[in-house]
């Protein structure tokens, strides 16, 4: 086993390391993500100078290239200063580069590819209904009934991140009804959120705050045929391949947290004093600074386990989600002590603890809940489905 990370993606690593440092320092992401009420473009515009729109993307298309482990790499790295705010790169890559790039017509790469390498269309995932995410395909209401030249959806989505400012929605719904399986019979739709008929309103929330999560009404929303993504009424099956990338996401996402986490532990722990002391020489923070090391090294690995196996082509599917678990767990815990490292000050609005906190807390929820995840690892050593 090489655990060395190749010459290149080295020195990717570094040059967005150096890259975060001066273009997204951790005082103005604080400042982005409290804005509630304001969309962070001029973050989006400089990952558009910067090219990260692109990363993921084929060079034939206006890309930058880049496997898996690059995309882990660049999430890591944003999220050690960004924390959620990260998902302004994530979800347009995985909803719009990843889902074209993976399963749309030649005609849809060539229209949709090049517009999103170069910063010019912003995607959302419209998937989780109000009646349940977890049990998605068993409660889902939203339908698309097919008319002339398209097709019309109607129904609810909530928790749909960035889709007021999106161009285009990443939407599933029921266009079968008469299905043996609840999976069989879903299509996905790259809706064009200016289509009249959908109404989107931004939802207040716990973290992430200036990134937006809406509801997304659909009512006789009208969708053209050549927006619909891969084969109708299979859109189960085309989405599962995705699910481990989306999850080796996460793991890189909540890693950076946890380095943002330990640098800002260490930095305060050496001036903050106690008794005359620097507070990092009493044993006890010590060991939770100790802890959060331990968290790092381990979800740094499964990390980079999970995304050598995927580039691999290998199926990582149990994988995936143990480091959904831990990832997550490890890094709202990180953050949890962190928040106790810096006391007060981390309870401040004026320090990053609280919002890595507030922005890891997701990550046990979403995109797919912790205990889902470990009915998915239970089932896969042969245990009975639960539920
Ligand atoms: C800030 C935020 C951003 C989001 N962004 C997006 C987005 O961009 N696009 C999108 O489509 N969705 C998004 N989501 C939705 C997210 O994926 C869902 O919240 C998640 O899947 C959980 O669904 P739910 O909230 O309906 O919880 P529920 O499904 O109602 O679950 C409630 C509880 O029941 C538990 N539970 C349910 N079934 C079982 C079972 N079988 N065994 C054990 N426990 C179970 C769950 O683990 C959970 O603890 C976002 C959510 C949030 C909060």
Same mark, same amino acid.
């Given at each position: 086993m090489d655990f060395d990370l190749p010459e290149e993606h080295r020195a990717f690593r570094d040059m967005i390391h150096r890259w975060v440092d001066n273009e997204c320092p951790k005082d103005w992401a604080r400042k982005l993500e409290a804005d +509630? #009420?304001?969309? !962070?473009f001029a973050l989006w515009d400089k990952f558009t100078e910067a090219g990260f729109? =692109? /990363? =993921? /993307?084929?060079e034939k298309y206006g890309g930058q290239g880049g496997d898996v482990l690059m995309q882990m790499l660049l999430a890591r790295e944003l999220a050690r200063s960004l924390g959620g705010l990260a998902w302004i790169w994530g979800i347009t890559s995985f909803a719009g580069s990843k889902s074209i790039g993976l399963y749309g017509t030649q005609a849809q790469k060539d229209k949709y590819l090049p517009l999103i390498a170069s910063g010019q269309l912003k995607a959302a995932i419209s998937f989780t209904e109000p009646a349940g995410g977890t049990d998605l395909l068993g409660t889902m209401t939203t339908t698309a009934t097919k008319v002339d030249s398209g097709w019309v959806i109607n129904g609810e989505k909530i928790w749909s991140s960035s889709a007021h400012v999106a161009d285009r929605l990443l939407c599933i719904a029921r266009? #079968?009804?008469? %299905? +043996?399986?609840?999976?069989?019979g879903l299509t996905l739709f790259w809706v064009d $959120?200016?289509? !009249?008929?959908v109404k989107i309103t931004p939802l207040p929330k716990l =973290?992430?705050?200036?990134m937006g999560s809406c509801s997304v009404v659909y009512d006789n929303a009208f969708v053209a045929? +050549?927006? %619909?993504? $891969?084969e109708p009424n299979r859109a189960w099956y085309t989405l599962l391949p995705t699910l481990n990338n989306e999850r080796i996401m996460v793991g890189a996402f909540c890693l950076g947290v946890i380095d943002g986490v330990l640098e800002d532990a260490l930095a305060y722990v050496k001036q903050r004093k106690a008794f005359g002391k /620097? /507070?990092?020489?009493f044993q006890i923070l010590q060991h939770y600074i100790a802890d959060i090391a331990t968290m790092q090294a381990s979800t740094e690995l499964m990390l980079h386990f999970c995304a050598a196996k995927q580039a691999k082509g290998e199926n990582v599917g149990t994988e995936a989600n143990m480091l959904k678990l831990m990832a997550s767990e490890n890094a709202n815990h990180a953050a949890d002590l962190g928040i106790q490292i810096l006391g007060g000050m981390g309870y401040? $609005?004026?320090? #990053?603890m609280q919002r890595y906190w507030r922005d890891s807390r997701l990550w046990r929820i979403g995109p797919i809940t912790n205990e889902m995840v470990k009915n998915g690892i239970a089932e896969s050593l042969g245990l009975p489905r639960s539920f």
């Open positions: +509630e #009420d304001n969309y !962070p729109h =692109g /990363i =993921g /993307i084929d266009t #079968d009804k008469n %299905v +043996e399986k609840k999976h069989q $959120a200016k289509t !009249p008929g =973290g992430m705050r200036s045929d +050549e927006d %619909v993504l $891969a /620097i /507070i990092g020489q401040s $609005a004026e320090t #990053d």
